[in-house]
């Protein structure tokens, strides 16, 4: 497995260029599915997860096409398989946005029961209540959701949680049931807004999206278009923070600054000198950081993506802060791997109270998740030392070339490939595995 090494001390400089978004690609590309006409998506961020939605898709049925500058032509006119297979979906949970357009566009669809995930259990029971209010019939064997439906009908369907991908799903579905929907306590973020945006630009109704109650006309039949992907915020958030916590300066382009308003007011809180623009962000570093509160909740409150790189920002602030996660209820892995790099974290339930350290030693230590193991990339910026950090199979999940990002920003980073590890520091690797 590939490892990164990381060499503490380097405040990073200069610019960044934010791909496109990993969630709001994800579920766009997904909407290929509900009509027979071509979808063409550009801005998609090259990662695992947008490659395994791609081989999805395509084990489905749909053409795709893809161009020089990645854009993607999706072409479901021929789609002859409603099966999404465990194989596929065990490494990707968002495979779960299948179910709703299938049903939807087919009337049938077979997809695997999503595992839970590093973070949590992640129960897809809404996602299943709300295809059966629209009419759907929907068992469970094998492991496997098999669902059947006439043409769907609208339905008011309350959310009892907050759930992005369920929104979604349903919001998907419904946009081909008769009559209409309207989705109460539905998940407001830019991910959705955006998935509605092409849903209409296909042809969907679709009014109420970012708002807690979407409603939705449903329509014989969608057409294709273009769309092109919002940019990532909580990558664009992830460099801010490493430029906060490396003593550096650095703009980030091509976002959308009022997408990560609590994210920018939780900077300033810190002491960080942030500027904004249309679609950029500046931030300049303070001597020292201040410790800052952290309290996750869904969209528009202080995203949990962001919780794990705001528990690095305080393990090396001044003073001391409670972070409370809300959302999920496994999220703090990353502690036990900032603890060996010295980090002075007490873990209560979903609290964790972190008192700032001078600095963080560099260590062996091992990514469990997306959002952990961007936190452990910006630790060992800043420790003292070099830092080996095993399993970044997770990042490469969710960040669009992480290192040569922040490379160009000075950052002393480099990706040895497994192989190679094995080869030349066995003992190394070794210790890096153990890590
Ligand atoms: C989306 O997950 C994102 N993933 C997550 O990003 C993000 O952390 C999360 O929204 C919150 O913003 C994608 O968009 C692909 P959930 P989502 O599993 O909405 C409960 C990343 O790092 N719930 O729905 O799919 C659940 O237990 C990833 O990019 C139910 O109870 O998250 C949890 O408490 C991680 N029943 C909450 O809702 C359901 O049927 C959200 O979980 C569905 C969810």
Redo the contacts with the bound molecule.
């Keep these: 497995m590939d490892k990164l090494i990381t060499t503490g001390g380097v405040p990073l400089q200069g610019e960044v260029r934010i791909s496109g978004a990993?969630?709001a690609a994800?579920p766009v590309m997904i909407c290929s599915l509900l009509t027979e006409e071509p979808l063409t998506i550009s801005n998609i961020p090259h990662l695992h997860d947008t490659t395994t939605t791609m081989e999805l898709l395509a084990q489905l049925g749909v053409k795709l096409q893809v161009d020089e500058k990645l854009a993607v032509e999706a072409d479901a006119s021929e789609v002859n398989n409603v099966v999404a297979p465990y194989e596929l979906v065990k490494t990707m949970r968002?495979s779960i946005l299948v179910l709703g357009p299938l049903l939807a566009r087919f009337g049938r669809a077979e997809v695997s029961m999503p595992g839970g995930c590093a973070?949590?259990?992640?129960?897809?029971?809404?996602?299943i209540k709300g295809l059966e209010a629209m009419g759907a019939k929907i068992s469970i064997r094998g492991g496997y959701i098999r669902a059947r439906a006439g043409r769907l009908h609208g339905a008011r369907i309350f959310m009892d949680?907050?759930?992005?991908?369920?929104t979604e799903n349903l919001m998907m579905a419904a946009t081909l049931a008769e009559g209409e929907s309207v989705i109460e306590n539905a998940?407001r973020?830019p991910?959705v807004v955006d998935v509605a945006d092409c849903l209409n630009a296909m042809g969907a109704d679709i009014r109420g999206a970012g708002s807690d109650e979407i409603t939705i006309r449903g329509v014989k039949r969608l057409g294709g278009g273009a769309h092109r992907v919002i940019p990532d915020r909580?990558e664009a958030g992830t460099f801010l923070v490493a430029a906060a916590v490396s003593g550096g300066e650095i703009t980030v382009k091509d976002v959308r600054p009022q997408q990560i308003d609590a994210v920018l007011e939780k900077l300033r809180e810190a002491g960080a000198a942030v500027e904004t623009g249309g679609d950029w962000v500046r931030i300049k570093a303070p001597k020292k950081l201040k410790s800052v509160n952290i309290r996750t909740a869904?969209y528009p409150a202080f995203?949990?993506?962001m919780q794990a790189q705001f528990v690095l920002l305080n393990s090396v602030a001044d003073g001391a802060a409670s972070v409370v996660e809300t959302?999920?209820e496994n999220r703090f892995m990353h502690i036990h791997e900032l603890r060996r790099m010295g980090a002075n974290i007490e873990l209560d339930g979903n609290t964790a109270v972190v008192r700032g350290v001078e600095r963080l030693r560099a260590a062996p230590v091992m990514a469990t998740d997306?959002?952990a193991s961007a936190c452990l990339v910006l630790a060992g910026l800043i420790a003292d030392g070099e830092t080996l950090i095993d399993r970044i199979y997770h990042i490469d999940r969710?960040y669009h070339c992480i290192e040569e990002k922040l490379a160009q920003m000075g950052a002393g980073i480099r990706r040895i490939p497994g192989n190679y590890l094995e080869r030349v520091m066995p003992a190394r690797a070794g210790a890096g595995a153990a890590g």
């Design positions: 990993k969630n994800l968002a973070i949590g259990s992640r129960p897809v029971n809404l996602h949680m907050n759930s992005v991908t369920g998940a973020e991910e909580i869904p995203p949990t993506d959302v999920f997306l959002r969710g």
